[in-house]
C-alpha cells in the first residue's frame, strides 16, 4: 500500500512540524498594558496554591474575606497544585492567573522566562511601599531586576535547645557563637561504654534534618552567588570556615559513628525526631517546630533564640535563615487586574497577612504586620523568630536562573567531605563553582 | 492464512498465477493493515513525535515557557564533562546488572513454587502478589522503614539472632542491595507472568519426557525453559528498560532513609542519599531538567537513555532470535 | 521412604516455603495497616503497635475527601484504559506474532522502543499537543491513547502468541477461517492467561498511576483519582501518614479483589492445554 505509507510519512512530517509549531508559539508573549489608577478590577480570578486539607482551608477563609471586599471579583481557587505542572500548563497556555509556589528555588525561573509578569507597572501605579517588606525578603522574590513575585509568608529557621539537658550539663544561655557551640556540643553529648554516641549535643552533619548548607550559612554570612548570578562558593572564604569548624566537630564525634547514630534517629516529621526524644540537645529548625513540639513533644523544656555566628563577628548575632512562599501573576493570565488586586490584598493587606499568618502559623512578610502579628507575637517562643525575621543579618538562599542547583552542588560534595579524612576543602568548592556556573550557562 | 498461501503461491509459475499472486499479497496487506493500523497511528504519536522532539530539545535551550532556542551542540559538550552523569550512570548500570537477573530468578523460583499449587493457590498467588499492588511510594515508604537501622523491626530481630544487622539504606555500601531487596519484595508483576507460562507449558510434554527417563532437572532444561523461553525474553527487556528508568522508588527509599519522609517539594534534596549511592541517571535527568530548568540538556540525558536502551534491547533480541 | 511419604514430605515442605515467603512479603502491608490505626503522633516512630486504636482514621479518609468520586473516576480510567489497550494491543499483537510479512521485526522494535523514552521528558512534547487538542484538566490524554495500543502490553501479548503451536491456527485456516476469525475463535481462548496478565497490569498501572493525573488533572478536582486523593493527606511540612496508610489500604481493597479473581485465568491455561494434546 504505497499511498498509506506515503501518508504515514507526510503525516509524520505533520506532527513534527506541528510540535514545533506548538512550542514555538506559546501565547501571551506581550504584556498587557496596566490599566489608569482608580480602575476597579473586576471578573474571575484562577488561583492555583499547593496547600491541602487544613491549610487550604485557611486559604479559603481569607480568599472569602477578599470576595467580601471586592464584590466585582470571583475566585475561583485550585489546591494542591505542583510548581512543575503549573510552569507546563503556563507553556501550553492552560495555566492559572495566579499562582502560589511552595519555594524561592522556582522565582529565578518564572522570573527569567516571564512565565511570570513583571509585577512593577501595578506596584508603582498603585503606590505599594516594598520598604515595608524586609530587604532580605524582597531579594528573594524578584530576579535580576524584575518584580515577579510577592512574598506570602515565610518561614524562618534559629537555634532550639533543650532547657533541661543544657541546665544539666551547667550551660546558663544557649551558645552565641560557633565556638560556644561546638563546647557546649561536647559538654552534652553523652556516649555508651563501647564508644558509640547516645545523645549528641548538636549533630553537625550536612543532610541531617534541617542542617543543610543553606540554613548554616547565616552563621558566618557566607555568600552563595556573585551578582552575574555565577557561583560565589569557591571565592568566599566564609565557607571554608563554616566547613572547617563543621568538619573539627564531625571528626571530634568520629563520622562513622555519627552515621550511625543518624541511622538510628526517628524521622524528623514524626514524635520520635530526635530532638524531641532528647537525642540531640539543640539543633537548628523552622518556626514550625514549636508546634510539634507542643503537640508531641509536651514534657520538653525547649528555648528558642538566634542562630549562633561567627567568632570573628559577634554583633551578627540575633539572625537565622529566612525562605518562603511566593505568588505570581501568570503572563497567560486572563484577567491581570483582578490577578494582580487579588496578590495585592493577600501580600499587603496587614488584616489579611495577621489572620493567614495566625492561621498556618507562619511568619507574616510585611513590617506592618510583623508589628502587630496577633497571637503570634504573644509567643514568647514564636516572637523569636519574628525578630530573627527582622534582623539584618538574616538572610536567604537567592533566586538563581537554575534554582536550588547550587545549594544541591555544594550538598552533594559535603557529603563526600565530611565522610573523608580532613583536608582543604578549597579545591572542592571551586569544582563546585565550576559545575554550577556550567549549569547557569545550560540553563540561560 | 498469510504464510500459507504465500508459500504455496511461490510455486505458481503461470501468468495467471502471477497476477493472482499479486492479488493476494494485497490482502494479506490489507489484513495485515487492519490488524496493525491503530499501533502504527501510535508509533507515530507516542515514538516518533516524542522522540523527534526530544533529539530537536537536545540542540536548544528551553524553559517550559518561551521557544526552544538553538544552542547547537552545547548540550552534548556538557554531557562529556558532566561529573554527576558519570556517577548517575554507573549506578543505574549497577542496578540494571544487579537488580534484573536477580528479579528474574526470584519470580522464576516464586512462580515454580506457585504453579505446583492446585488448593490454596489463589491465596498464595494474591499474597505473593500484594506488594506490587500496594501504591510505589507507600510501599517503598513501609519496606524501607521496617529496615531502618534503629528502630526497624529487621535489625532489632537480627540482633535477638545475635547478627549486627548493615545499616541497610542508611549506609553508601548496602543502599544499592538493599534496593534490590526492595525490587525482590515487589516481585509479583515478574512472577505472574512466569507463572502464565509455566502453566502454559504442554502437560503431554513433561509425560513424553518422564518416559524418556528424563529427571526433574532435565524437564527443566529441555521442557519447561524453552516453553517459557519467549516470556523470559519479554522479562528481560523490559527489566532492562524499566531499570534504566528507575526513579520512584530510589526517591522515595533515600527521602525515608535520611529521616525526612516527606512529600513536600523539596524532595530533591535528599536525592541520592547516602552519599549519592541511591542517585539514579533518570534523578539527574528530572533534576536538571524539572528542577534546575536545563529542559534541553535533560533530554540530551533522555536520548542518550533511548539510545543505550535500544542498543541493549536489539543485542538481546539478537542474542535470543531463537526464541523470537 | 515410600512414594507417598515423599509427596507428604515435599507437600509439607511446599506449603512451609510458601507460607514463610507469604509472611515476608506481607510484613509491609501489615506495617501500613498497623500504621493506619495509630494517632497521629504515633505514626512513623519506632513504636510499631498501635498504642491506642483508631479505627476512625478510616471514618476521617471519606469524611475528609470525596472517596466514591476518586473511586469512580480510578475505576473509569482503569476500565477504559485496559479495554481500549485490549481492543488495539491483541491484534497487533497477533500480526506481530503469528502473521509473516515485511518489516515485521522492524515494527516489532520499533514498538519495544516506545516504552525507552522516560515519560518525564515525553510528557513535555505530548502535554503540548494534548493542551492543543483542549483536553487538558481530564483524563482523556491517558484514556485516548490506549487506542493506539500500549508497547509494554503488546510485546507481553506477543510472547504469549508466540508459545502457541502453529498447527493449531492452520487448522482454523484450512477450515476457511478469515484471520481475524482465527484470532478471536481459536487464539482468543488459548491466549487467556497473557491476555489475563496484559490486562491486569494495564488495570493495576492505571489504578496507581500518579503522575499522569496530576499532569492532566491538578487543576479539576472532579476529575481527581485516588492517587491524587492520597496525596492530600499532609500539611505544608509533614505528612499524616495514619491518614495515608488507612487510605491507602481502601485504594488497595477493590484491586485486591479484582486480582483474586483474575488471577483464576491462569489455572484455565492448564485445563486448556489439557485439550491440546
Same mark, same amino acid.
Given at each position: 500500500?504505497?499511498?498509506?505509507?506515503?501518508?504515514?510519512?507526510?503525516?509524520?512530517?505533520?506532527?513534527?512540524?506541528?510540535?514545533?509549531?506548538?512550542?514555538?508559539?506559546?501565547?501571551?508573549?506581550?504584556?498587557?498594558?496596566?490599566?489608569?489608577?482608580?480602575?476597579?478590577?473586576?471578573?474571575?480570578?484562577?488561583?492555583?496554591?499547593?496547600?491541602?486539607?487544613r491549610?487550604?482551608?485557611?486559604?479559603?477563609t481569607?480568599?472569602?474575606?477578599?470576595?467580601?471586599?471586592h464584590?466585582?471579583?470571583?475566585?475561583?481557587?485550585?489546591?494542591?497544585?505542583?510548581?512543575?505542572?503549573?510552569?507546563?500548563?503556563?507553556?501550553?497556555?492552560?495555566?492559572?492567573?495566579?499562582?502560589?509556589?511552595?519555594?524561592t528555588?522556582?522565582?529565578?525561573?518564572?522570573?527569567?522566562?516571564?512565565?511570570?509578569?513583571?509585577?512593577?507597572?501595578?506596584?508603582?501605579?498603585?503606590?505599594?511601599?516594598?520598604?515595608?517588606?524586609?530587604?532580605?525578603?524582597?531579594?528573594?522574590?524578584?530576579f535580576?531586576?524584575?518584580?515577579?513575585?510577592?512574598p506570602?509568608?515565610?518561614d524562618?529557621?534559629?537555634?532550639?535547645?533543650?532547657k533541661t539537658?543544657?541546665?544539666?550539663?551547667?550551660?546558663?544561655?544557649?551558645?552565641?557563637t560557633?565556638?560556644?557551640?561546638?563546647?557546649?556540643?561536647?559538654?552534652?553529648?553523652?556516649?555508651?561504654?563501647?564508644?558509640?554516641?547516645?545523645?549528641?549535643?548538636?549533630l553537625?552533619?550536612?543532610?541531617?534534618?534541617?542542617?543543610?548548607?543553606?540554613?548554616?550559612?547565616?552563621?558566618?554570612?557566607?555568600?552563595?552567588?556573585?551578582?552575574?548570578?555565577t557561583?560565589?562558593?569557591?571565592?568566599?572564604?566564609?565557607?571554608l570556615?563554616?566547613?572547617?569548624w563543621q568538619?573539627?566537630l564531625v571528626?571530634w564525634?568520629?563520622?562513622?559513628?555519627?552515621?550511625?547514630?543518624?541511622?538510628?534517629?526517628?524521622?524528623?516529621?514524626?514524635?520520635?525526631?530526635a530532638?524531641h526524644?532528647?537525642?540531640?540537645?539543640?539543633?537548628?529548625?523552622?518556626?514550625?517546630?514549636?508546634?510539634f513540639?507542643?503537640?508531641?513533644?509536651k514534657?520538653?523544656?525547649f &528555648?528558642?533564640a538566634?542562630?549562633?555566628?561567627?567568632?570573628?563577628?559577634?554583633d551578627?548575632y540575633?539572625?537565622?535563615?529566612?525562605?518562603?512562599?511566593?505568588?505570581?501573576?501568570?503572563?497567560?493570565?486572563?484577567?491581570p487586574?483582578?490577578?494582580?488586586?487579588?496578590?495585592?490584598?493577600?501580600?499587603?493587606?496587614? &488584616?489579611?497577612?495577621?489572620?493567614?499568618?495566625?492561621?498556618?502559623k507562619?511568619?507574616?512578610?510585611?513590617?506592618?504586620?510583623l508589628?502587630?502579628?496577633?497571637?503570634?507575637?504573644?509567643?514568647?517562643?514564636?516572637?523569636?523568630?519574628?525578630?530573627?525575621?527582622?534582623?539584618?543579618?538574616?538572610?536567604?538562599?537567592?533566586?538563581?536562573?537554575?534554582?536550588?542547583?547550587?545549594?544541591?552542588?555544594l550538598?552533594?560534595?559535603?557529603?563526600?567531605?565530611?565522610?573523608?579524612?580532613?583536608?582543604?576543602?578549597s579545591?572542592?568548592l571551586?569544582?563546585?563553582?565550576?559545575?554550577?556556573?556550567?549549569?547557569v550557562?545550560?540553563?540561560? | 492464512?498469510?504464510?500459507?498461501?504465500?508459500?504455496?503461491?511461490?510455486?505458481?509459475?503461470?501468468?495467471?498465477?502471477a497476477?493472482?499472486l499479486?492479488?493476494?499479497?494485497?490482502?494479506?496487506?490489507?489484513?495485515?493493515?487492519?490488524?496493525?493500523?491503530?499501533?502504527?497511528?501510535?508509533l507515530?504519536?507516542?515514538l516518533?513525535?516524542?522522540?523527534?522532539?526530544?533529539?530537536?530539545?537536545?540542540?536548544?535551550?528551553?524553559?517550559?515557557v518561551?521557544?526552544?532556542?538553538?544552542?547547537?551542540?552545547?548540550?552534548?559538550?556538557?554531557?562529556?564533562?558532566?561529573?554527576?552523569?558519570?556517577?548517575?550512570?554507573?549506578?543505574?548500570?549497577?542496578?540494571?546488572?544487579?537488580?534484573?537477573?536477580?528479579?528474574?530468578?526470584?519470580?522464576?523460583?516464586?512462580?515454580?513454587?506457585?504453579?505446583?499449587?492446585?488448593?490454596?493457590?489463589?491465596?498464595?498467588?494474591?499474597?505473593?502478589?500484594?506488594?506490587?499492588?500496594?501504591?510505589p511510594?507507600?510501599?517503598?515508604?513501609?519496606?524501607?522503614?521496617?529496615?531502618?537501622?534503629g528502630?526497624?523491626?529487621?535489625?532489632?530481630?537480627?540482633?535477638?539472632?545475635?547478627?549486627?544487622?548493615?545499616?541497610?539504606f542508611?549506609?553508601?555500601e548496602?543502599?544499592?542491595?538493599?534496593?534490590?531487596?526492595?525490587?525482590?519484595?515487589?516481585?509479583?508483576?515478574?512472577?505472574?507472568?512466569?507463572?502464565?507460562?509455566?502453566?502454559?507449558?504442554p502437560?503431554?510434554?513433561?509425560?513424553?519426557?518422564?518416559?524418556?527417563?528424563?529427571?526433574?532437572?532435565?524437564?527443566?532444561?529441555?521442557?519447561?525453559?524453552?516453553?517459557?523461553?519467549?516470556?523470559?525474553?519479554?522479562?528481560?527487556?523490559?527489566?532492562?528498560?524499566?531499570?534504566l528508568?528507575?526513579f520512584?522508588?530510589?526517591?522515595?527509599?533515600?527521602?525515608?532513609?535520611?529521616?525526612?519522609?516527606?512529600?513536600?517539594?523539596?524532595?530533591?534534596?535528599?536525592?541520592?542519599?547516602?552519599?549519592?549511592?541511591?542517585?539514579?541517571?533518570?534523578?539527574?535527568?528530572?533534576?536538571?531538567?524539572?528542577?534546575?530548568g536545563?529542559?534541553?540538556?535533560a533530554?540530551?540525558?533522555?536520548?542518550?537513555?533511548?539510545?543505550?536502551a535500544?542498543?541493549?534491547?536489539?543485542?538481546?533480541?539478537?542474542?535470543?532470535?531463537?526464541?523470537l | 521412604?515410600?512414594?507417598?511419604?515423599?509427596?507428604k514430605?515435599?507437600?509439607?515442605a511446599?506449603?512451609?516455603?510458601?507460607?514463610?515467603?507469604?509472611?515476608m512479603?506481607?510484613c509491609?502491608?501489615?506495617?501500613?495497616?498497623?500504621?493506619s490505626?495509630?494517632?497521629?503522633?504515633?505514626?512513623?516512630?519506632?513504636?510499631?503497635?498501635?498504642?491506642?486504636?483508631?479505627?476512625?482514621?478510616?471514618a476521617?479518609?471519606?469524611?475528609?475527601?470525596?472517596?466514591?468520586?476518586?473511586? /469512580?473516576?480510578?475505576?473509569?480510567?482503569?476500565?477504559?484504559?485496559?479495554?481500549? +489497550? /485490549?481492543?488495539a494491543?491483541?491484534?497487533?499483537?497477533?500480526?506481530?506474532?503469528?502473521?509473516?510479512?515485511?518489516?515485521?521485526?522492524t515494527?516489532?522494535?520499533?514498538?519495544?522502543?516506545?516504552?525507552?523514552?522516560?515519560?518525564?521528558?515525553?510528557?513535555?512534547?505530548?502535554y503540548?499537543?494534548?493542551?492543543? !487538542?483542549g483536553?487538558?484538566?481530564s483524563?482523556?490524554?491517558?484514556?485516548?491513547?490506549?487506542?493506539l495500543?500500549?508497547a509494554?502490553?503488546?510485546?507481553? #501479548?506477543?510472547?504469549?502468541?508466540?508459545?502457541?503451536?502453529d498447527? !493449531?491456527l492452520?487448522?482454523?485456516?484450512?477450515?476457511?477461517?478469515?484471520?481475524?476469525?482465527?484470532l #478471536?475463535?481459536?487464539?482468543?481462548?488459548?491466549a487467556?492467561p497473557?491476555?489475563?496478565?496484559?490486562a +491486569?497490569?494495564?488495570?493495576?498501572?492505571?489504578?496507581?498511576?500518579?503522575?499522569?493525573? #496530576?499532569l !492532566?488533572?491538578?487543576?479539576?478536582?472532579?476529575?481527581?483519582?485516588?492517587? #491524587?486523593?492520597?496525596?492530600?493527606?499532609?500539611?505544608?511540612?509533614a505528612?499524616?501518614?495514619?491518614?495515608?496508610?488507612?487510605?491507602?489500604?481502601?485504594?488497595?481493597v477493590?484491586?485486591?479483589?479484582?486480582?483474586f479473581?483474575a488471577?483464576?485465568a491462569?489455572?484455565?491455561?492448564?485445563?486448556?492445554?489439557?485439550?491440546?494434546?
Open positions: 500500500m504505497p499511498s498509506l505509507s506515503r501518508k504515514i510519512r507526510i503525516s509524520s512530517v505533520m506532527a513534527t512540524a506541528a510540535l514545533l509549531a506548538v512550542s514555538a508559539c506559546t501565547p501571551g508573549e506581550a504584556e498587557k498594558p496596566v490599566a489608569s489608577p482608580g480602575t476597579e478590577a473586576s471578573g474571575t480570578v484562577e488561583f492555583w496554591h499547593f496547600f491541602t486539607d491549610e487550604a482551608a485557611a486559604i479559603d481569607i480568599v472569602a474575606d477578599f470576595k467580601a471586599a464584590p466585582k471579583i470571583d475566585v475561583v481557587v485550585k489546591s494542591g497544585q505542583d510548581d512543575t505542572k503549573m510552569l507546563q500548563a503556563i507553556g501550553a497556555g492552560q495555566g492559572p492567573d495566579v499562582g502560589l509556589s511552595y519555594s528555588d522556582t522565582v529565578g525561573k518564572f522570573c527569567a522566562s516571564g512565565a511570570w509578569l513583571d509585577l512593577k507597572p501595578y506596584i508603582e501605579r498603585d503606590g505599594v511601599d516594598l520598604a515595608k517588606i524586609p530587604p532580605t525578603v524582597r531579594s528573594y522574590t524578584e535580576k531586576g524584575r518584580r515577579c513575585a510577592m506570602f509568608l515565610a524562618t529557621y534559629g537555634f532550639y535547645y533543650n539537658l543544657l541546665a544539666e550539663a551547667g550551660i546558663a544561655a544557649p551558645p552565641k560557633l565556638t560556644e557551640l561546638a563546647d557546649a556540643a561536647k559538654k552534652l553529648t553523652k556516649r555508651k561504654p563501647d564508644g558509640t554516641i547516645e545523645r549528641a549535643g548538636f553537625p552533619l550536612f543532610g541531617f534534618y534541617e542542617h543543610s548548607p543553606s540554613h548554616l550559612a547565616p552563621a558566618v554570612g557566607a555568600k552563595w552567588l556573585n551578582d552575574d548570578g557561583s560565589a562558593i569557591g571565592s568566599d572564604p566564609a565557607w570556615e563554616l566547613l572547617k568538619k573539627d571528626d564525634y568520629g563520622f562513622d559513628k555519627l552515621e550511625k547514630f543518624r541511622a538510628s534517629l526517628g524521622d524528623e516529621w514524626s514524635a520520635d525526631n530532638f526524644k532528647g537525642q540531640v540537645a539543640m539543633m537548628v529548625d523552622g518556626e514550625y517546630r514549636i508546634a513540639l507542643r503537640d508531641q513533644a514534657d520538653v523544656k &528555648g528558642t538566634p542562630l549562633p555566628v561567627s567568632d570573628a563577628h559577634p551578627w540575633g539572625g537565622g535563615y529566612v525562605t518562603g512562599n511566593v505568588i505570581g501573576v501568570s503572563k497567560t493570565a486572563k484577567n487586574e483582578a490577578a494582580w488586586a487579588l496578590i495585592r490584598y493577600l501580600t499587603t493587606d496587614t &488584616g489579611a497577612i495577621v489572620k493567614l499568618a495566625n492561621l498556618i507562619n511568619v507574616p512578610s510585611t513590617t506592618d504586620a508589628a502587630a502579628p496577633g497571637d503570634l507575637g504573644n509567643d514568647a517562643d514564636f516572637k523569636v523568630f519574628l525578630d530573627i525575621f527582622a534582623h539584618p543579618h538574616t538572610s536567604t538562599t537567592p533566586p538563581s536562573a537554575v534554582g536550588p542547583a547550587y545549594e544541591e552542588a550538598s552533594t560534595y559535603l557529603q563526600k567531605y565530611q565522610a573523608g579524612p580532613a583536608g582543604d576543602p579545591a572542592g571551586k569544582d563546585v563553582d565550576k559545575q554550577i556556573n556550567q549549569l550557562q545550560l540553563a540561560g | 492464512m498469510v504464510a500459507v498461501t504465500a508459500k504455496r503461491a511461490g510455486r505458481a509459475t503461470s501468468a495467471a498465477g497476477a493472482t499479486r492479488q493476494r499479497r494485497r490482502r494479506d496487506r490489507l489484513t495485515v493493515l487492519s490488524f496493525m493500523a491503530p499501533v502504527l497511528l501510535g507515530l504519536v507516542f516518533v513525535y516524542p522522540l523527534v522532539a526530544s533529539v530537536y530539545f537536545s540542540f536548544t535551550t528551553f524553559d517550559l518561551n521557544a526552544p532556542r538553538w544552542v547547537g551542540l552545547r548540550n552534548w559538550e556538557h554531557l562529556l564533562q558532566d561529573p554527576n552523569v558519570r556517577k548517575a550512570a554507573a549506578n543505574t548500570l549497577w542496578l540494571v546488572v544487579v537488580l534484573v537477573p536477580a528479579r528474574m530468578l526470584g519470580a522464576l523460583a516464586t512462580g515454580l513454587l506457585l504453579a505446583r499449587f492446585k488448593r490454596g493457590a489463589g491465596v498464595y498467588r494474591t499474597l505473593f502478589y500484594l506488594p506490587a499492588l500496594a501504591p511510594v507507600a510501599a517503598t515508604l513501609a519496606f524501607v522503614f521496617l529496615f531502618k537501622p528502630t526497624g523491626p529487621v535489625n532489632t530481630l537480627l540482633a535477638d539472632l545475635g547478627i549486627q544487622g548493615p545499616l541497610w542508611n549506609s553508601p548496602w543502599a544499592k542491595p538493599s534496593l534490590v531487596l526492595l525490587g525482590l519484595w515487589g516481585i509479583g508483576d515478574l512472577m505472574i507472568i512466569f507463572l502464565a507460562a509455566l502453566l502454559d507449558v502437560k503431554e510434554q513433561y509425560e513424553a519426557a518422564s518416559l524418556d527417563g528424563a529427571n526433574a532437572v532435565h524437564q527443566f532444561r529441555y521442557v519447561t525453559l524453552p516453553n517459557i523461553a519467549p516470556v523470559l525474553l519479554f522479562a528481560a527487556v523490559t527489566g532492562v528498560i524499566q531499570t528508568q528507575y520512584t522508588q530510589a526517591a522515595v527509599a533515600a527521602s525515608v532513609a535520611s529521616g525526612q519522609a516527606t512529600t513536600g517539594g523539596g524532595i530533591s534534596s535528599t536525592f541520592g542519599y547516602p552519599e549519592g549511592s541511591t542517585f539514579t541517571y533518570p534523578l539527574w535527568l528530572y533534576v536538571v531538567g524539572f528542577r534546575y536545563a529542559l534541553g540538556y533530554n540530551t540525558l533522555a536520548v542518550v537513555l533511548f539510545v543505550v535500544a542498543a541493549v534491547t536489539v543485542v538481546m533480541l539478537r542474542r535470543f532470535r531463537s526464541f | 521412604m515410600s512414594p507417598l511419604n515423599e509427596t514430605l515435599a507437600f509439607v511446599r506449603h512451609a516455603i510458601a507460607i514463610a515467603l507469604s509472611v512479603f506481607l509491609p502491608i501489615v506495617f501500613l495497616a498497623l500504621t490505626f495509630m494517632s497521629s503522633d504515633q505514626s512513623l516512630t519506632a513504636n510499631l503497635w498501635p498504642t491506642a486504636w483508631h479505627p476512625g482514621n478510616y476521617e479518609v471519606f469524611a475528609r475527601t470525596p472517596l466514591p468520586r476518586y473511586l /469512580l473516576n480510578t475505576a473509569l480510567y482503569a476500565t477504559f484504559a485496559t479495554l481500549f +489497550m /485490549l481492543l494491543s491483541v491484534p497487533a499483537a497477533y500480526a506481530l506474532a503469528k502473521l509473516r510479512w515485511r518489516g515485521r521485526t515494527i516489532f522494535v520499533a514498538i519495544v522502543c516506545m516504552m525507552m523514552l522516560p515519560p518525564q521528558v515525553t510528557t513535555v512534547p505530548l503540548l499537543m494534548w493542551a492543543d !487538542y483536553l487538558t484538566g483524563l482523556w490524554p491517558l484514556v485516548l491513547p490506549m487506542l495500543g500500549d509494554f502490553s503488546i510485546f507481553l #501479548l506477543r510472547q504469549f502468541l508466540l508459545t502457541i503451536p498447527e !493449531y492452520d487448522a482454523a485456516r484450512v477450515d476457511g477461517c478469515g484471520e481475524w476469525r482465527t #478471536l475463535r481459536v487464539v482468543l481462548p488459548m487467556k497473557g491476555i489475563a496478565a496484559a +491486569m497490569f494495564q488495570f493495576f498501572y492505571a489504578w496507581n498511576d500518579y503522575y499522569g493525573p #496530576l !492532566y488533572t491538578s487543576e479539576n478536582e472532579s476529575a481527581w483519582t485516588l492517587s #491524587l486523593g492520597l496525596a492530600s493527606f499532609r500539611t505544608l511540612h505528612v499524616q501518614w495514619n491518614i495515608v496508610s488507612a487510605a491507602t489500604l481502601l485504594t488497595m477493590p484491586i485486591v479483589v479484582v486480582f479473581f488471577q483464576k491462569f489455572v484455565q491455561g492448564v485445563t486448556l492445554t489439557g485439550v491440546k494434546g
